[in-house]
């Protein structure tokens, strides 16, 4: 049997209604659940990211992927292993006021990418970032303290090496000088 | 409206005009070259009906009985001619009865514009009357779908549609209008679509890719050839002609590759798959190098993928990057057009004989024949069987006729023994599998193809999915001739309980109405025949009809298709018996 990992899909598309439905829609088909999703503009204007982040064989992402592409809209499909990336997530704990000067708490602020971004008569919120294991962690500390609210973000993620999405973006959107500069770093293989 | 600007590149600008956005659905229509529809009125798409009554002179549509007659037909008229096939249908239940089409149309990439009206876009979202979300229903059947909520939008939508529709890998397109858009005034001019941005219709040949694929197939002592479907799509007929014939590769179709080169070719050595035929099944565990030629290695051509082909390099010429190593791992995937690709390796391929390896093909064809062939073209019982009626069509059509066929026992029968000398002459729901498709398919096949004579196979239990569109032929007029091959089961479902369920016949046993009176209650005219001296005679009133023609053919209940590869098992085991 072939080895299940994770595998960041990141998928460009226009910029229209309708794409997640389509993009969920392979996914949906294969029976493979999607792990963590976000969505945001990309380098390009009128480009839209998609990062997926899903735990199957490299087979069966190989054919998945081009399978997102062969969509009409989409105008690259790349995947990328956790070892090709650079990725983080955000969460935010909503805390009773209380324990605002709990001791713990402050040094636990003080060792992560954590900070207190609002404090109110009730609650204060944290803000914390870093690795799924890093919120994770944070969890696990913050929990003890009646968490009222907890949230955490998708995968975003961006690829040591280089994707050839640059070239077809430079070729769409001529404008967008913000894409990567092809020496700069190795190439990516497409699939095919 | 400005992003779909940005993202599409438009060519011959047509002087603006003022008008409404249904009668702008019709103009457009009329730029794409299509002046046929078929479709069912209602509701949510009455403003586009009044134009059509409007423009009747210019475009004609056809009222079927119900949706999926509509898109069947439609898919029937596109398979025939190569052209994209138009559908009209209402909102909700209009929408969702086409949905067996459009993902009929999707898996046999057959070219399709589906329109349906949708409520006012104030009421999305709303459930309204006849409201239903037919975007995100045809989303994962459709190649692009696209909701038109304003009337200035429809003129670049369609565009892009019809782009979308035909190019590359062909498929079906929907685009939902909402009554307001139909309503609304737009200045209407037309740019027909030459590029999307995001979407690569061909890939670009790779010509070392191409010089691979020749010296594996220089090299080869037992190559075979199985094409497909892309052959038609990229009216490549010619080229791959050529190809085999300066090769001397044996050549096997799948099912929908049926017609791409007659069936008499010295070169074509029959079918491949679940029912197909015995030696290029078997051989496919043989030959040394197997070239597939845009086909997809669906699992009922493939059977059992652990046992398949293994011994041989495997080369893929197909337009789709999704379909290489998707179900079987090639040595060579050669992207492109099957017309550019054959072009460019017939440069590097040797002129080839392969006589010796042709013999085994002969040689088990030789055990087919004994086996089941002969059986069932001569049989002995005193039932008749479906192979005799194919070919009783054949002997009176010289194989030039197009067969429709449905889905079932007689489908499979059709495709082993229906001769073909045409290309686009087998019509037939291949990955879809849709019982109740002929009729409706014949019938847009007749009006794609007037001249040439359109013979629909259908089973007893298909033909009565789709039976109220002899409705339409009533009012048509359409000349299509109806063969029903009833045995008074739904055959295939019942070969399979006989072989694998112990005879367990659950619910395939089939009460049958007098299907000749039905067909004379539309006017049609309508014989049954039921012994093996009446046939022919019966075959040959059928042909000689100018008009719509309905036979029944009472056929032996039980017997069964064979070869057949069963489900699981390697190609090389196919079942004779």
């Not at chain 2, 590097?348 to 055990?367: A, P, R, T």
């Amino acid at each position: 049997m072939e080895e299940k990992k994770n595998y960041t899909v990141s998928v460009y598309t226009e910029n229209n209604i309708g794409i997640l439905n389509r993009l969920s829609a392979i996914f949906l088909k294969r029976h493979i659940n999607i792990e963590s999703m976000t969505v945001s503009e990309s380098e390009i204007e009128h480009v839209h990211r998609f990062t997926f982040v899903v735990i199957v064989t490299e087979t069966l992402i190989r054919k998945v992927v081009l399978q997102l592409e062969k969509q009409i809209e989409v105008i690259g499909a790349f995947f990328h292993t956790e070892e090709e990336i650079i990725y983080h997530e955000t969460a935010l704990f909503k805390i009773s006021s209380e324990h605002l000067y709990d001791e713990n708490i402050q040094n636990k602020l003080k060792f992560r990418r954590a900070h207190i971004i609002a404090i109110t008569e009730r609650y204060f919120v944290i803000e914390a970032s870093g690795l799924k294991e890093d919120i994770d962690n944070m969890y696990q500390k913050l929990k003890h303290y009646g968490l009222m609210q907890f949230v955490r973000s998708g995968r975003i993620a961006i690829s040591r090496p280089r994707m050839a999405i640059s070239d077809v973006l430079k070729e769409i959107a001529p404008e967008g000088e913000k894409s990567e500069d092809r020496s700069q770093k190795t190439e990516v293989q497409r699939i095919i | 409206m400005e992003t779909l600007k940005k993202e599409v590149q438009e060519i011959n600008t047509v002087k603006s005009v003022k008008m409404s956005g249904a009668e702008a659905v019709i103009r457009c229509l009329l730029e794409e070259g299509s002046t046929l529809a078929y479709g069912y009125p209602g509701g949510a798409i009455m403003p586009v009906y009044d134009e059509l009554y409007k423009y009747r002179e210019q475009f004609h549509h056809v009222l079927s009985r119900h949706e999926q007659g509509a898109i069947h037909s439609a898919q029937g008229f596109a398979r025939v001619t190569g052209k994209v096939g138009v559908v009209f249908a209402t909102s909700g239940p209009g929408a969702t009865n086409l949905v067996t089409g459009i993902a009929d149309a999707q898996i046999d990439s057959t070219p399709l514009i589906c329109i349906t009206g949708q409520v006012g876009s104030h009421l999305l979202g709303s459930d309204a009357f006849q409201e239903t979300d037919i975007i995100g229903i045809s989303t994962p059947v459709t190649k692009w779908n696209y909701q038109i909520t304003k009337a200035s939008e429809i003129p670049a939508v369609f565009a892009k549609a019809f782009y979308i529709a035909k190019s590359g890998r062909p498929g079906p397109v929907l685009i939902d209008i909402t009554k307001d858009a139909q309503f609304g005034e737009l200045d209407f001019s037309y740019n027909k679509c030459v590029k999307v941005r995001s979407y690569k219709a061909i890939p670009t040949l790779n010509i070392e890719k191409v010089k691979e694929a020749a010296v594996l197939i220089n090299a080869a002592k037992k190559p075979m050839i199985v094409f497909g479907q892309g052959v038609i799509l990229g009216s490549a007929e010619n080229e791959f002609k050529n190809f085999i014939e300066k090769t001397g590769i044996p050549s096997a179709c799948t099912g929908l590759g049926l017609s791409a080169l007659e069936t008499d070719h010295p070169l074509h050595v029959g079918m491949v798959g679940m029912h197909g035929n015995y030696g290029p099944n078997v051989l496919t565990n043989q030959c040394d190098v197997l070239i597939a030629i845009g086909m997809r290695f669906d699992d009922r051509v493939t059977g059992n993928l652990n046992t398949y082909a293994k011994q041989a390099k495997i080369i893929h010429f197909e337009i789709d990057p999704s379909e290489v190593d998707k179900n079987v791992k090639t040595d060579v995937a050669v992207l492109g057009t099957v017309k550019e690709s054959l072009v460019e390796v017939m440069q590097f391929v040797n002129k080839g004989n392969h006589s010796e390896w042709m013999k085994e093909f002969h040689k088990l064809y030789e055990i087919e024949k004994e086996v089941v062939i002969n059986d069932q073209l001569n049989p002995t019982k005193e039932g008749l069987t479906m192979s005799e009626v194919l070919a009783g069509i054949n002997k009176e059509t010289k194989g030039e006729a197009v067969i429709v066929s449905d889905v079932g026992q007689h489908q499979m029968i059709a495709w082993r023994y229906a001769k073909f000398t045409k290309t686009r002459s087998n019509i037939t729901s291949g990955g879809l599998g849709t019982m109740g498709f002929a009729l409706p398919a014949a019938i847009g096949a007749k009006m794609g193809a007037p001249d040439r004579e359109v013979i629909a196979i259908i089973g007893d239990g298909g033909y009565q999915m789709t039976i109220q569109e002899l409705g339409t032929i009533l009012q048509t007029k359409a000349a299509v001739k109806i063969v029903v091959l009833n045995n008074s089961f739904l055959g295939m479902v019942r070969q399979w309980q006989e072989l694998f369920f112990d005879r367990r016949y659950a619910s395939t046993v089939m009460t049958n109405p007098d299907f000749v009176k039905i067909a004379e209650g539309y006017s049609i005219e309508a014989n049954r025949v039921s012994k093996r001296e009446d046939l022919a005679d019966a075959i040959k009133k059928m042909t000689d009809s100018k008009e719509a023609y309905f036979l029944e053919v009472v056929i032996e209940p039980e017997s069964n298709v064979f070869p057949m590869i069963p489900t699981g098992a390697s190609v090389s085991d196919i079942r004779l018996t």
